[in-house]
């Protein structure tokens, strides 16, 4: 099993910046993609970015691109989102999840998911 958990989140004025974090436990992290997926109220869980185990490859949303950067340290077993310029639009329970090394960018392809850490960006 892998457990996840989810922190940094909080609340932020447009422009502002943000780094999410994911610790994980429980088995080998470099072996696992990491993504990130949020979910607005009354939305659907939408993704955000992903990683794949080696750090080498990386995919994010239209909405997000330029602006948003996933990142890991393998030797913390820790999964990063630095967020900036951010926008009310942003506003969201960001939740990271693991799978198999070739998950992408949806959501059934992951096997485990934190707790979320919610976002607020005030306009």
């Known amino acids: 099993q892998v457990q996840l958990v989810e922190s940094g989140g909080g609340l932020v004025q447009a422009g502002g910046s943000l780094r999410l974090s994911c610790a994980a436990s429980g088995r080998t992290f470099s072996n696992y993609a990491m993504g990130w997926f949020r979910q607005a109220p009354g939305k659907g869980r939408e993704f955000v970015g992903l990683?794949?185990?080696?750090?080498?490859?990386?995919a994010y949303a239209d909405s997000v691109k330029g602006r948003f950067t996933i990142s890991r340290d393998n030797a913390k077993n820790t999964l990063y989102l630095q967020m900036n310029s951010l926008k009310a639009e942003d506003t969201a329970v960001y939740y990271c999840?693991?799978?198999?090394?070739?998950?992408?960018?949806?959501?059934?392809?992951?096997?485990?998911w934190g707790q979320g850490t919610q976002v607020t960006v005030s306009s």
């Open positions: 999840a693991a799978g198999p090394s070739y998950s992408g960018a949806y959501s059934h392809m992951y096997n485990y």
């Open positions: 990683i794949r185990g080696s750090g080498g490859t990386t």
